[in-house]
Every structure is written in C-alpha cells, then in structure tokens.
C-alpha cells in the first residue's frame, strides 16, 4: 500500500482525504440528479458502491429498504477468486482474521454393515495446490457488509448508504441511450418507510441505474424481465447453531448422505463454535410451497438428528434458520436494451445479482457471483462516467456476466440433483439415486468453478485472441490473473504480482522479460518503455489527460528473471521509475524478479516464454484481456484503441 505521495499525512492511511463537493451531497434527504443510482444494500451493491465511492468525479448513491445495515446474513461461503477480489478493495487481511478456513472435506454415506448408520468414506483437500494464494472461507454475510461500508466510508467521497427507501416507479426516457438522450434519463421514485417520513416521496433522476435488489427486485420488474428456470420441488432448511454433537467432523465442511432420512450439509462457522446445517426435508408436490408447510426450527433440529445416526445432536441455540425450495432462474438479458446495438443504443440500466440470477445455496455460490457481477460493471461505469472509455463497452456487461450466470445455473441444477437424491450401493441401482462416490468425484471435478477460478470471458473487444497464448500459457486470455510470488527490486520485499491491482479503474501491463534482459538499453524492456513513454500511438500518450501521473489509465510493471541482487536499479529505464505526484516524487515499486529463495519462480510456474517473454495485460477486474509479444507497440495501443478514449476525444 502506497501512501504520503502528496505530502505526508498523519493517522490512519486507508481513510482518504474527502472529496468536499460530493461529501456535502450526503445527507437526510437524496439529491435530485446522481450520476448512479444504487438500488440494493446487499453484496452486489455494495461491491459497485465501494468502487465509485473511490471516483471524485462520480456522484453516486445507494439505497435500500431495510430501516439499517444487516446484523445477520444468510450467505456465508467466500470462494478464492472473491479474496482476491477483496484484496483489492483492502480488506482481505480482516476477512481472513475473522472467517472459518475450509482446509478439508469429508464424505459421510449409509454405513454397509448397517444402513441405519452413517459412516464415513474419504476426507480430502478442499481446493487444490496452489489454485490461489487465498483459501476458502465461511464468514458471516454481515461481516462481509460492514467491511464495505468501511471502505466507502473511508473514500474521497464518504459514501453511506440511505435506508428505508422503496422503490415506487422506474422510469426510462424513451431516448435513453441514444445521440439526443437528456443527460439524466432514468427517473427513479422512492418512497421513505422510516418512522418520521412515512410515506414522503422522492424522485432521482440518475445517468445510469443498477438494480442489487434481490429476487423480487423492482428494477427488474420496471424493466418487464422475469427470472425463468426450473423448480425441484425439494425442501430444504437452514440453521446457524450452537450445539453438543459426537460427530467427529463437525469442525469440518462434510456431506452426509444417509439411507432413508435424507442429507446434511456441514458448514463449520467463525468463531470456533457456531455450525450451519443444511437438512433436507420433504419433497413438495407439484405447485406446492414450502411456505405451506408450517416447518418450525424444532422439525429442523429432528431431520438433522434422524441424518447423524448414530451420533447424537444437542443443539443448545439457533442463531437463524430458514427454509427455502431449490430453484435455479436466469433472466435473458442484465440489462434495459433489447436487441438494440452499440451503434443504436447505449444501456442506462442494469440488474445484478439475485435480481438477475438465483440458485440453491449449497454450492456457496450466490454471494459470490453476485459480488463479481457488479465488480465487472464498476469499472466500466466510471470509466464511462469519466469519459475515459467508450460508452459501447457498458453492452459487454450483460454480454459476460448473463453467459457466466448461465453456468451456474447449469452447474447449480446438477449439483442440487445429485445431493438431493438418495444413495446408491452396489445391487441396489436406483434411476432417481446417486452413487455417493459419484458425487464425490463431481464435487472434485468442480472444485475450480466453485473456487471461482474457472470463470472465462469469451472473445470480444475487451478479450484478444490466443494468437499469442503460448508466450504465457499460465495467463489464460479471458480468465483472472493468476498471482504468483516475486520479490521487489527496490527493497527485497517478497510479494504477490497479482497484488499491484488495485481498485481504482486502472489497467495493468505485466512485462515479462527475456532471459537476457537486464533492462539495458538495446533491451526489449528498454524499447517497450521508451515506446510508451514517447511514441505517438503509445496507451500513455494517447490516454493520460493533462496533469495525469504516467500510470493513470495504464500501470507498467515489469518482471524479470534475474535474481533481484543481480540487477542495478539506477539503470533501468525512466519508465520503471516515475516520477509522480505534485512532488514529483519517484514511484520505486514497478520491478519484480522471481522469488528464487522459495523456489517460486514465476516463469516456470505461469508457463513465461524465457527466450521471448511478452506482455500479459489486465483489466481493472483482474481478467487478463490480451497476451502480446514485448515488440507488439501497434497491437497493444490498437487493442485498447477499441475501448478507450482519447485525450483528444478520439
């Protein structure tokens, strides 16, 4: 973490100095016009309200109808693609502190000498060798929320959320997103369910719209889209307890199939004590709600015990428990436009999470799905807002997150299946069974796609083509930046590489070097730099604005294979050295070499080129768009020509 840049500045460095034009908007009552609009408190929009809070610039605002923050959440599982993403925000460290660590889990099945018991049938590894430098984690949804607010609150523009808002009407201009469109073209009305503003309205008129609104969202429905998909017509309940067992996994995740009572899903929670259960319960009949059940916790608590025999369950509080029936639905399109293209119209709504998408919530992936919806729409809105990219790209929003979504679904809908239906063994072949170790051989082929590290965005104008992949085959075009170890040139510092994102709308070059490049000039890290630094077509030429520090729109970091003693700082190019800040003061964190002391070398484990090395370049959401030779000047400022603008307007 970098600070003190513009002069030094006493306490804590991760509270921003405000922003004191948009700080005065925050206040009882909303402003008549944002630039947008954040409808939904929950993961999604508080993901996409941490970003913007970052942009001076931006006037954003978030509202929900719930009368305060939430105490008590009901997702839980963070997966290791989502700590990465909270690496960024700042807060990674603090979740890891406080959550639970999936390090193993187990598989419980009908005991063979006795089918009224449950024995157990393999343990292993939750996820696989260095999928991540992050593990998975349980931690309360809550938790999750309070560290967002945070670091709005700690943001250029103090960005808290106004609660007790409805949303009465949502209102699109009809020339939305066109050439005449007015600058403000969606008229948001709410109304306010606080006790001393009962039933005021208030109306917003906002640049763009984001519907975090959950299942029922009104965005979504002003929209006249409708979640469709398919119902199994299973029940299932949920509670977070405190308890005395004899089951000897339950500080472990474990799936517990038994013979005729049903199945168990064991989530150990934070804290050492606390554990989620997840019981089956009876299936339902065709049209039939779960809500018409009249299931209390007490019935909860019976499934889970006639599920654990022979061990004994003595559950001594529940903090909360819910029932819900298992479904997956999808909406066709994330956004407002229907068939339009670029060239007729630009999107001015949008909807995220479970407003767009839902799932049964085994698999732990409803929060974090939703989170990386909104953490790749957030970048993309300011860097429109700011007149940084082209307005087009905000299509490339429902484009990717709709195809990802419908993964899931698929995903979601097969697991689900599986962990519903009851044990197979050998002779006893059932068509609506499953053969537990075919479940456990699924939920091992899956483990990358419940890790989020399997998510892959396909060609289009932000994702280049593999002409080049082989230069860097562990930086797959279209999937996340895979971090590794390094250590820094200018003070030995061991690092992750993947840690230089931040989330502040920035792109990122990785330039790998060549065995024999020592940064000298002749060199092709050299040529690169002067390149960017000086030609006419270069990314920092063509996209800095003036009074911009050199990396504003693209940070160059360069990595190469010498160890970090062997190489002199003081004659590597200006490039890797900026001066930046009113100061002018000198950036020394640009250069990385292998950490050849652990024997991570980060060539040999993302697959570099040695003899060639290339570029690897990254979007502010952490996905690689394009894997390009080092010499590769015109195709790197043709790639980001396409999406973004000119200091020139062009």
Not at 127 to 146: C, K, M, W, Y
Not at 435 to 458: L, N, S, V
Not at 603 to 610: E, H, Q, S, V
């Amino acid at each position: 973490m970098q600070f003190h840049l513009d002069g030094f500045r006493a306490g804590d460095p991760t509270i921003e100095p405000a922003n004191t034009a948009t700080d005065a908007l925050q206040g009882d009552t909303l402003p008549s016009e944002v630039d947008v609009l954040i409808v939904g408190n929950g993961p999604a929009g508080l993901t996409l309200a941490a970003q913007l809070a970052a942009f001076p610039n931006i006037t954003t605002r978030i509202v929900d109808q719930k009368d305060g923050p939430m105490e008590l959440g009901q997702a839980d599982g963070i997966a290791c693609r989502t700590i990465e993403m909270f690496n960024a925000f700042g807060f990674a460290e603090r979740v890891l502190k406080e959550a639970y660590w999936v390090n193993e889990v187990s598989f419980w099945k009908p005991d063979p000498a006795d089918r009224g018991k449950i024995a157990r049938t393999d343990t292993i590894q939750d996820t696989e060798d260095g999928l991540s430098e992050f593990p998975h984690v349980i931690l309360n949804q809550a938790r999750v929320h309070d560290f967002y607010l945070d670091v709005m609150r700690n943001a250029p523009n103090r960005l808290e959320p106004d609660y007790s808002r409805q949303v009465i009407d949502v209102a699109i201009d009809p020339k939305a997103g066109t050439k005449s469109s007015p600058s403000h073209p969606v008229t948001v009305t709410l109304e306010r369910t606080d006790p001393d503003h009962a039933g005021q309205r208030e109306t917003v008129k906002a640049r763009y719209v984001v519907g975090c609104d959950g299942a029922r969202s009104a965005v979504r429905k002003s929209l006249g889209r409708e979640l469709r998909g398919d119902s199994a017509h299973q029940a299932w309940g949920v509670m977070d307890v405190l308890c005395v067992t004899d089951f000897p996994d339950i500080r472990k995740k474990a799936t517990i199939h038994s013979a005729n009572e049903g199945n168990v899903l064991i989530i150990p929670r934070e804290g050492g004590y606390l554990v989620r259960l997840y019981v089956e319960l009876d299936k339902l009949a065709e049209g039939e709600r779960v809500a018409s059940r009249n299931i209390t916790s007490d019935h909860l608590i019976a499934a889970a015990q006639r599920i654990l025999h022979p061990y004994t369950l003595d559950v001594k509080e529940i903090a909360w428990w819910s029932v819900y029936e298992i479904g997956q639905r999808l909406c066709d399109k994330f956004d407002n436009l229907n068939g339009e293209t670029s060239a007729t119209r630009i999107p001015n709504v949008f909807i995220a999470g479970d407003a767009c998408h839902t799932h049964s919530p085994k698999a732990g992936q409803g929060m974090n799905v939703s989170m990386q919806d909104t953490f790749n729409l957030g970048w993309k809105l300011a860097g429109v807002l700011e007149g940084r990219i082209k307005p087009e790209i905000l299509h490339s929003y429902s484009e990717e997150r709709q195809a990802i979504a419908k993964e899931l679904i698929d995903f979601d809908g097969k697991f689900a299946k599986m962990f519903s239906a009851r044990p197979n063994e050998d002779g006893t072949a059932d068509s609506n069974g499953v053969d537990p170790k075919e479940f456990q051989k699924y939920f091992i082929q899956q483990g990358r796609f419940t890790a989020g590290t399997a998510t892959r965005y396909t060609p289009s104008v932000l994702t280049g083509p593999d002409i080049h992949q082989d230069l860097a085959k562990g930086f797959v075009i279209g999937m996340r930046f895979h971090s590794a170890p390094v250590v820094r040139l200018s003070d030995a510092k061991p690092a992750q590489l993947g840690h230089c994102a931040k989330v502040d709308g920035r792109w990122r070059l990785y330039a790998f070097a060549c065995k024999d490049d020592r940064g000298q000039p002749g060199s092709d890290i050299h040529a690169l730099s002067d390149f960017l630094q000086t030609a006419p077509i270069s990314p920092m030429v063509k996209f800095n604005r003036e009074g911009d520090d050199q990396d504003s729109v693209l940070d160059v970091r360069a990595i190469f294979q010498q160890p970090h003693r062997s190489l002199a700082i003081e004659a590597m190019p200006k490039l890797l050295l900026p001066r930046k800040g009113k100061y002018g003061l000198v950036d020394y964190e640009k250069i990385y070499c292998p950490d050849l002391k652990s024997g991570d070398d980060i060539f040999d484990m993302r697959g570099i080129d040695r003899d060639h090395g290339c570029m690897v370049l990254v979007r502010p959401d952490q996905y690689i768009s394009h894997v390009l030779p080092l010499d590769a000047f015109g195709a790197l400022s043709a790639f980001l020509s396409n999406i973004l603008i000119a200091r020139n307007g062009a």
